[in-house]
Structures are given as C-alpha cells and as structure tokens.
C-alpha cells in the first residue's frame, strides 16, 4: 500500500514519471576517399597534425551513396588517437559528432547536435574499420 501511495503521488507530480524517448539507429559506411594530412609538427605522424576530410557516406549494403561527411581530427597521441569532429550531412538533416578516433578497434564517439530531423540528436557514433587495408568505415549511429 506505501509503494502505491508513493507511485500514486509521483504520478500526479509528474516528476517522477520515467520518460523514453525513441531511439533511431542508422547504419552507414563511409569511404575515406578525400582526406589532406597537414603535417604540422615534427616530420611524419606527431602531435598536433590535422586530418582535414569531406567523404561520401553509403547505405548499410555499402552501394548507394546517401551522404557525405565533413571534418577534422587532430592528432594527439602518437600511434593511438585522434581528436575528432565532423559532421555527416544526410537528406533529412546533419548530425554532428565529437571525441576520440582510436587508430585500432571500435571507436564511439559522443553526438553533440544536429539539424532538420535530427535537431537535437543526442546519443554516440560506434564506428571501426572494415579491414586492415580498408579505406572504409561501419559507422553506427545510435541516436536518442
């Protein structure tokens, strides 16, 4: 009887109802195709170098081009990570991402924002490489 008061009395406070938003997940893979390395530290892969890109993004069968993506990283550990921020541009709006690029394994990144219907996106970005010699990546968006 005390938990159905407690419940009871939340209920009509209406701060303590739970709320669920819906969750979208979408599946790409982006082709890293168009990329500028800007060595701007000591000579070859060092602190500080910049990854400048703009690549096409592909439907999760990886055949039809659905979009594109738009950013940077900087280098900050040597050998092991980038800091990221990009922007994947897509036909219903933009989603932006921030965070740390592991040169091996899965990567998540935080999503910070976006437009059109993904105004307000909040969730993470998992992404990896698709092979050792591979240019592309499965990215996985979970947004909430």
């Known amino acids: 009887m005390k938990n159905l008061?407690?419940?009871?009395?939340?209920?009509?406070?209406?701060?303590?109802?739970?709320?669920?938003?819906?969750?979208?997940?979408?599946?790409?893979?982006?082709h890293a195709s168009n990329e500028t390395l800007l060595d701007l530290g000591a000579?070859?892969?060092?602190?500080?170098?910049?990854?400048?890109?703009?690549?096409?993004?592909?439907?999760?069968?990886?055949?039809?081009?659905?979009?594109?993506?738009?950013?940077?990283?900087v280098r900050?550990?040597?050998?092991?990570?980038?800091?990221?921020?990009?922007?994947?541009?897509?036909?219903?709006?933009?989603?932006?991402?921030?965070?740390?690029?592991?040169?091996a394994g899965e990567s998540v990144l935080a999503v910070t924002g976006g437009t059109g219907k993904y105004s307000g996106a909040k969730g993470q970005l998992k992404l990896h490489s698709r092979g050792v010699n591979s240019s592309a990546y499965d990215f996985t968006y979970e947004l909430n």
């Open 5 to 30: 008061l407690i419940v009871g009395a939340c209920v009509l406070y209406l701060g303590c109802i739970p709320v669920t938003l819906a969750a979208e997940q979408l599946k790409l893979v982006e």
């Open 43 to 73: 000579k070859g892969d060092s602190t500080g170098d910049v990854l400048a890109f703009a690549n096409p993004v592909f439907d999760a069968s990886n055949k039809t081009q659905v979009g594109s993506t738009e950013g940077y990283c």
């Open 76 to 103: 900050v550990v040597v050998g092991k990570s980038w800091s990221c921020a990009w922007t994947l541009m897509i036909k219903d709006g933009q989603i932006t991402v921030f965070g740390i690029y592991q040169d």
